[in-house]
């Protein structure tokens, strides 16, 4: 049985499995992105995050997102596994793996994935600071994956 592409967990992330769920003898590169929770942002100090989503539709645009990568870096192939709840400093919240025949592709792919995710994914991220909480919308910065 063929191992699905994406998932949500809400427990720690199995890194590899989601890296075997890309691995093929046709390709030469493996990207993997691996979003974390970081001590400090923006200056404040950052005790864990929260996470939550709305389960049945995230799922179904993280599949579209692995579907946009194959539509449009031939051969590449995506997975994507996101965690909810609570994520303590150092821990992944997040883990992509893209590969590809060539580096090319499979870089370019990789960060598509990432920037698609904080566009459409519903899924919301609460960061919990020493000095109070505030939810936090998708910060895609000033590259647009479209």
């Keep these: 049985m063929k191992a699905e592409r994406c998932a949500i967990t809400f427990g720690p992330i199995d890194i590899a499995a989601v890296v075997g769920k890309t691995a ?10 691996i979003g974390t929770t970081r001590s400090v942002t923006d200056g404040r100090t950052t005790l864990h995050l929260e996470y939550e989503a709305y389960i049945p539709m995230a799922l179904r645009m993280l599949e579209q997102i692995c579907d946009e ?17 609570r994520v303590d400093i150092g821990e992944a919240s997040v883990c992509i793996s893209v590969s590809a025949p060539h ?9 598509y994935a990432i920037e698609r995710l904080k566009q459409i994914v519903p899924i919301w991220k609460k960061e919990i600071f020493s000095d109070g909480a505030e939810w936090v919308q998708g910060k895609t910065g000033s590259w647009n994956p479209l």
């Design 24 to 33: 093929s003898p046709l390709h030469g590169a493996t990207c993997l992105f």
């Design 69 to 85: 990568i194959a539509a449009s870096w031939t051969g590449t192939l995506a997975a994507i596994t996101h965690r909810l709840g």
């Design 103 to 111: 580096r090319h592709d499979c870089y370019e792919a990789s960060r």
